[in-house]
């Protein structure tokens, strides 16, 4: 319950930290917590080192440029469900944030943090990549931008190289006509999922699906999008049947664990399910 | 490793006491400094018996390091009462039988604090939704929510 | 601030009567603070932390156990192995007769490992960090032994030996032959056979087990400070496995956050704490992790039926045959306690006479049970339950029909049923109508059917379960004559002190059922006083509370023995202050009544305010009757009105018994199998109830934890014998998100074995099970599914329509 010892530190500016994760090397970045502080009680990770970044200031925020929406990562997950921007032009990401866990880990709990805890079964990661969410990452080189499906490399492995940190999701706006929905399959609200779809569709003036974006979590080691589903909506009118059957293809290229919350059978079965009923949800939405 | 002071402020007092860099912060607070409202009811951060306020929100307080809590404010089911007066919340959970063993109690009401706070008339969904990260295996929940959705009221009407 | 003695009531005129009253409990007033004592918040001058290390593997030799490289660690002061405790202790004593009796279980593991996180070693240091951090420096050598999971197959004779000197995992056998099951049969138009299986699940209250142990061998008395329930009882088997001077004991209990049965056994840890703390020489504290508390035992009973049912076919129940076997774990701690209590619901609500049960017990490498809410009643009456409607779909009677054809009538009460237990009160008939038209019956009968025709899911489930309450420890001489347990008791005080205010006492080890303010409302009417005139000593300490080798709580009683005691004890406090007063005022003792704090002679202006009688019974005796002992404090043992059992192994195991009916509707996702409660009503007779919002949040907490075990909660063993749910990750302890709203309604059968009509609450922690199967079993009945486990995942259901319509060939 109580983690074993290790050396803390409290570093006032990225710089600071970029320098503190260089020169140890069994160190582990602080953000949020709530998944970091939970492995080192289980004592299932002991860093020698923790570098907390609560104290640089400027990491949290919410606007809009060139575009563009720019979440700095230590931007708590309460912060960003909430936030009218968000809500009104990113429905998907306040959606899945308002899935996670509960209130209390949602007060605390950050986006970059969940992004580079990058858990397959967790809400966010499989909207930003839904979003086609870019990541900011700062290290000693300076800074670089990786796409969010290079980002998810592996199960709870990302891009980063161990010396940077994430400093900012970038998220391209999404264009009139198109509506937006997670949907988290689990045994509790806030449960990790058996199966998670986020889905962002646009329509034109005929209502012709012209863009399809489909993120499944809890499918593999990382988030996937469903490329083939997605391919079987664009050009089409959506209607229930097409989506009921372009939803059968969302089982291409996947391969979901079994545990006891779920079998990999039943999860391949109900992320067809769920690809179907939340691409309806954010067809539904267009408009509103 | 060795311990270093950290200082907070707590239920509108300037405090401090010594913790490792590992020492959690539900630790400090009850074994450091006395306040024992704050309840351990699991390892990983589910059961929220440890909730408190801590900057304004509820956060699990076996989920933060002490080290953290450097320069806060936190409010702690200890604080809620006020001048000697039960908080209102306190109150309901009394007279709705909000409680049974009371060990997940002070959880209960402190999410139930920030919930009103920031929803002053909620629905019963809201209310559940607001205290899902608060386990309790008394009262099936049922006289919790009527205990919040009746402090609401009181609350409304001061 | 108001007190914490205000009750409700406290601004209009006081009522006739206090019970009866929804009191608010003076408890609730620490307790919002965050005043409560609980075991974590005592801190002892020189107090060390404890911290244990468990076996990793469910079946291993312990082949070595290197302790140096923790007890050098600075801070680590005493640790202790299995080798230590084979010395300084005998294994405990259990209830079953040979060969059964050849089960070892000691505090911590000796010899070999059988469960998956058995203590192995304990370690007390000066932080809990540093304890932690000792025994992740303890280094064990383990030999990895065969394991066995699935308990029909550890009935095998070649299987791998969990407790090897017993020569079988069978570790009791027995059959009960109660009326005559054979001749049933050959008279039954039909006999339904099933396999059901009633799965394992914990009770994980919010606070885990925790002891604090202090053992000064300056004066030689042991304190053991812990949140056990039911600790004078336990005491037996302490002294018994130690040998320790059983009158320089004390145990105490303060708050304690919930047990529902699972704090029971927590016994070993009460002597394995006592005995660092007698190495160490200072005050040692344990607290026990949720990972623990999930994986190291406080199960309930796991038990699988082969089941018979002969009836008529107009629906009328013969009789029933079942093989039971109990899945005990690596340890029998309480058991096969469990796998007997059957005994006291043997039919269920019904009215059939015969009934043969085949009971077997049976130890496997799982974690130990313990007698959790329902033990071993809500198996039976689940598997009763369950059968009849099985049985009930192949005869096409409808589910309501046969309920109400085999129901026990209020009439027949005191109804003696096939083992002997003998039914007080109770109207089942009227509770299931009641039920039924809470839900709103007939309209939801219509839109189901309706639903149907759409393809949606909805089922309407029904169960009855019946808390027998108040045992009979006679009832474990049917597993052993020699078991030196019979009967029911409870001590208690009552006394005024020289104010004329009173103080009671009884050990009950409460832990949220609001027993202090209950017991001033009792007492307030004995004695015509209000209940803030009543101080009744908080937790228990054995050296101030009245106790016997019954006392605690558990077995749903405290509002049938408990109060029983304290009724005992006011009486006889009342009986002599009405005596003084008589002397006093020159009347007769049958003339005085006590009201508003005073003694009144009935019909004139004569009284005594209680603080003149208390005056002359503790400072002022020469004014007291010539040859009365002076003092106001009366001390009651109640005895419980039981017999032993008779030749034929009949026996009333349980004074009272109270009753639940629950109706629940649901609709289960037919694409996902999952499942959502709609609506949900418990209707509940515990007979008279004291405080009816006490008994109604029990009510509401207990069907939680039927809904709970029904579809979230599962311990669910690998293979290798790990479990798959050790933490609230994957143990799905359901939050008010998932748990919908109770409708409750409360029936009243007073109990005539009781002075106030109460009975032991019950709460009905059972029912749920077999009101969701029966809800899940209806929604699926488009498909003919059978539900057969008392848990259920979407998983399973999706699994079980994609069968059954793959048969149907939809």
């Known amino acids: 319950m109580i983690p074993r010892s290790f050396e803390y530190y409290n570093p006032s500016s990225l710089e600071e930290a970029i320098k503190l994760l260089d020169s140890n090397e069994d160190s582990k970045v602080l953000a949020g917590g709530q998944s970091l502080i939970a492995l080192m009680k289980l004592r299932l990770a002991s860093p020698e080192s923790v570098i907390d970044l609560n104290n640089i200031s400027g990491m949290s925020y919410i606007k809009e440029s060139d575009g563009k929406l720019l979440i700095g990562a230590l931007t708590t997950h309460d912060m960003y469900e909430n936030s009218d921007l968000v809500k009104q032009k990113f429905f998907v990401l306040s959606e899945a944030a308002s899935r996670v866990a509960d209130q209390q880990i949602r007060n605390k709990g950050t986006i970059g943090g969940t992004i580079c805890h990058a858990d397959p079964s967790a809400d966010v990661p499989t909207a930003i990549l839904a979003l086609d969410a870019d990541i900011v990452i700062t290290g000693p080189g300076g800074d670089r931008v990786v796409s969010a499906k290079d980002f998810f490399v592996d199960f709870f492995t990302t891009a980063l190289n161990p010396n940077e940190i994430v400093k900012e999701i970038q998220i391209p706006f999404l264009g009139a006509r198109t509506g937006s929905a997670y949907f988290k399959h689990a045994r509790r609200e806030g449960d990790f999922a058996i199966a998670s779809v986020a889905a962002i569709i646009t329509i034109d003036e005929e209502g012709v699906c012209t863009k399809a974006s489909i993120s499944l979590g809890s499918v593999g080691p990382t988030p996937l999008r469903a490329t083939k589903v997605e391919n079987a909506l664009v050009g089409k009118t959506l209607n229930d049947d097409l989506i009921a059957e372009s939803s059968q293809l969302a089982d291409f290229n996947i391969s979901p664990p079994s545990d006891i919350h779920g079998s990999a059978d039943y999860r391949v079965k109900m992320t067809k399910v769920f690809t179907k009923r939340v691409i309806k949800m954010a067809l539904n939405r267009i408009g509103s | 490793m060795e311990k270093k002071k950290i200082k907070l402020t707590i239920n509108g007092e300037q405090m401090e006491g010594e913790a490792e860099p590992r020492t959690l912060l539900v630790y400090f607070l009850r074994d450091v400094l006395g306040l024992t409202g704050t309840h351990i009811g699991c390892d990983t951060g589910h059961c929220g018996c440890c909730t408190i306020i801590m900057n304004g929100v509820s956060v699990k307080s076996c989920m933060v390091f002490a080290f953290q809590a450097e320069g806060t404010t936190i409010t702690t089911i200890e604080g809620l009462a006020q001048n000697g007066k039960l908080h209102p919340i306190q109150e309901s959970f009394w007279e709705n039988h909000g409680l049974q063993c009371g060990y997940c109690t002070p959880g209960q009401i402190m999410s139930a604090s920030f919930l009103l706070k920031r929803n002053p008339n909620p629905t019963e969904d809201e209310i559940r939704r607001g205290i899902e990260g608060n386990y309790c295996r008394c009262t099936g929940y049922v006289n919790i929510v009527k205990s919040i959705k009746a402090a609401a009221e009181k609350m409304q009407s001061k | ?810």
């Open chain 3, 1 to 810: 601030m108001r007190g914490p003695m205000a009750t409700v009531t406290e601004e209009q005129a006081p009522p006739q009567k206090w019970v009866g009253q929804s009191v608010k409990p003076r408890e609730s007033y620490r307790l919002i603070q965050g005043k409560g004592k609980f075991l974590d918040d005592i801190k002892l001058p020189n107090m060390l932390y404890a911290a244990i290390l468990r076996s990793p593997y469910a079946h291993a030799k312990i082949v070595s156990i290197d302790t140096s490289k923790a007890s050098a660690l600075p801070g680590v002061i005493s640790i202790i192995t299995g080798e230590d405790v084979e010395k300084a202790t005998k294994p405990f004593m259990g209830v079953v007769p040979p060969p059964g009796d050849k089960v070892i279980d000691y505090c911590l593991a000796v010899g070999k490992t059988r469960y998956a996180g058995e203590p192995v070693a304990a370690v007390a240091a000066t932080e809990r960090s540093i304890a932690e951090d000792a025994i992740d420096l303890i280094e064990v050598e383990y030999d990895p032994l065969p394991v066995v999971v699935d308990v029909e197959k550890a009935m095998n004779k070649d299987s791998t030996l969990v407790q090897d000197a017993v020569g079988s995992n069978i570790v009791w056998h027995k059959q009960f032959n109660y009326g005559d099951y054979e001749k049933a049969a050959s008279h039954a138009d039909t006999i339904v056979k099933e396999k059901l299986h009633f799965h394992r699940f914990g009770a994980a209250p919010m606070e885990t087990d925790n002891v604090l142990a202090d053992y000064q061998e300056s004066t030689g008395l042991l304190t053991i400070n812990c949140n056990n329930q039911m600790p004078m009882f336990c005491l037996a088997l302490i002294v018994l496995a130690t040998g320790w001077d059983s009158h320089k004991i004390r145990i105490i209990t303060n708050d304690i956050g919930g047990g529902f049965g699972a704090k029971i056994i927590s016994y070993t840890y009460m002597v394995l704490i006592s005995l660092l703390s007698k190495k160490s020489g200072r005050p040692v504290k344990w607290i026990m992790e949720r990972r623990a508390n999930i994986i190291s035992g406080t199960h309930a009973n796991e038990a699988t039926f082969y089941v018979d049912i002969a009836l008529k076919k107009n629906g009328t129940i013969l009789g029933i045959n079942a093989k039971t076997i109990h899945d005990e774990g690596a340890y029998l701690r309480y058991e096969p306690i469990g796998a007997l209590l059957w005994v006291q619901v043997s039919s269920g609500p019904y009215r059939f006479k015969n009934l043969r049960m085949d009971v077997n017990s049976v130890v496997t490498n799982k974690g130990p049970v313990a007698p959790i809410r329902g033990y071993g009643r809500m198996q039976h009456l689940w598997m009763i339950e369950r059968i009849i409607e099985i049985a009930a779909k192949q005869l096409k009677i409808d589910p309501l029909e046969i309920r109400m054809k085999n129901f026990i009538t209020s009439e027949e009460m005191p109804y003696v049923t096939p083992s002997g237990a003998t039914y007080d009160s109770g109207d089942y008939p009227q509770a299931l109508e009641k039920a039924l038209e809470m839900i709103g019956y007939p309209e939801w009968k219509k839109k189901q059917s309706e639903y149907r025709k759409h393809g949606k899911l909805i089922g309407i489930g029904i169960g009855t379960g019946i808390d027998s309450g108040t045992n009979n420890f006679a009832q474990v001489k049917l597993i052993s004559k020699e078991n030196p347990f019979s009967g029911q008791s409870r001590m208690a005080f009552a006394r005024m002190d020289e104010f004329g205010r009173f103080q009671v006492a009884v050990a009950s080890n409460p832990h949220g059922q609001s027993h202090e303010t209950v017991v001033s409302q009792v007492v307030a009417d004995e004695l015509g006083v209000k209940p803030d005139d009543v101080f009744v000593l908080p937790g228990m300490d054995s050296f101030s509370h009245p106790f016997t080798g019954h006392s605690g709580s558990y077995a749903s009683q405290f509002a049938v023995s408990g109060i029983e005691a304290v009724l005992g004890a006011s009486r006889k406090l009342k009986k002599k202050i009405i005596e003084i007063a008589a002397f006093k005022l020159g009347a007769t003792p049958e003339d005085i009544i006590l009201k508003d704090g005073k003694a009144i002679v009935q019909d004139s202006d004569k009284s005594l305010e209680f603080w003149m009688i208390a005056n002359m019974a503790w400072r002022n005796n020469l004014e007291l009757p010539p040859d009365m002992e002076p003092g106001l404090m009366e001390l009651y043992c109640w005895k419980g009105p039981f017999k032993l059992p008779d030749e034929k192994e009949r026996l009333n195991p349980t004074l009272t018994y109270s009753y639940q009916t629950h109706v629940a509707v649901v609709e289960i996702d037919p694409e996902t199998g999952k499942l959502q409660i709609l609506k949900y009503v418990a209707v509940d007779d515990c007979g008279t109830q004291l405080n009816p919002q006490v008994v109604e949040g029990q009510v509401h907490g207990a069907a939680m934890n039927g809904i709970a075990a029904s579809i979230f909660e599962e311990c669910k063993y690998d293979d290798s014998g790990q479990l798959l749910s050790s933490t609230f990750m994957d143990y799905l302890f359901p939050t008010a998100v998932e748990i919908p709203h109770f409708q409750t309604c409360h029936l009243t059968s007073p109990s005539p074995f009781t002075t106030l009509g109460t009975k032991g609450a019950g709460e009905g922690g059972g029912t749920p099970l077999i009101t969701i199967s029966s809800a899940i079993e209806d929604a699926l009945a488009p498909f003919g599914i059978k539900i057969t486990d008392s848990h259920t995942t979407p998983e399973r259901i999706y699994n079980l329509i994609k069968k059954s319509k793959k048969v149907k060939g939809n």
